[in-house]
């Protein structure tokens, strides 16, 4: 079984670009999340799909960024325009369930440099 | 809020030597507690968790006992392994919640 993975696995671009990133989760897990690690920090939630439906998106910085679940498949999250603080590690998850005792699978991780 | 503090690194060490990473949590909301692993260029694994007080988790030949006495969970191997350099986190999560929440990372290498 595939596991949850993530395009790119790396992003350059310049302040004030637009950046897109993909996560496609294990399938048929109705449960995606997003979550970032900014500069060797924590690692920090930033919003939980259901399906195609965002459950909590308490967790992102600022409306420069959108996540999107069309169909309640893969995810989409932009940063428009990039900011430099914007520049961290960006992991994708999936659950089966929603709930403490349901395991989150992660992806890679997509690398964002902004200069 | 939510919070966990793991012992900074990085750390280094030889082959069959001893591993200790701390790891304490805040205590609200029952947390279930977990280490994730990452190796290099891979994603973050599970590596062991433990959902009660005096649990423990094992796997690969680490293990972790979620002490509430202490709200701790440190992570121990007795003897590691070159394959076992990669950074550890350790986390939390409240009862019937789902956003788990992170501590800064140990970066471990093990040298031959």
């Known amino acids: 079984e595939a596991g949850v993975t993530q395009f790119p696995s790396h992003s350059v671009i310049e302040k004030g670009q637009t950046v897109t990133l993909r996560c496609d989760p294990i399938s048929g897990h109705d449960n995606l999340y997003w979550y970032r690690r900014v500069m060797g920090k924590e690692i920090k939630f930033l919003l939980h799909?259901?399906?195609?439906?965002?459950?909590?998106e308490s967790g992102m910085p600022n409306n420069r960024f959108l996540a999107e679940r069309t169909g309640g498949t893969y995810s989409t999250l932009k940063v428009q325009p990039a900011e430099l603080e914007d520049s961290g590690v960006y992991f994708c998850?999936?659950?089966?369930?929603?709930?403490?005792?349901?395991?989150?699978?992660f992806g890679p991780g997509t690398r964002l440099t902004v200069l | 809020g939510d919070s966990v503090t793991q012992m900074e690194g990085p750390v280094t060490l030889s082959e069959e030597a001893f591993l200790t990473i701390n790891c304490t949590y805040t205590?609200?909301?029952?947390?279930?507690l977990f280490w994730y692993v990452q190796y290099p260029g891979e994603g973050l694994q599970l590596l062991l968790k433990a959902t009660k007080a005096d649990d423990k988790g094992s796997n690969k030949g680490f293990e972790a006992t979620y002490r509430k006495e202490t709200t701790s969970f440190h992570l121990e191997k007795g003897s590691v392994q070159v394959s076992d350099s990669a950074v550890y986190f350790c986390a939390r999560i409240r009862s019937n919640d789902y956003k788990l929440s992170f501590g800064a990372g140990t970066t471990v290498t093990v040298r031959a």
């Open positions: 998850a999936s659950s089966q369930r929603t709930g403490s005792g349901d395991t989150q699978y």
């Open positions: 799909f259901v399906k195609e439906s965002k459950q909590d």
């Open positions: 205590a609200t909301g029952y947390p279930s």
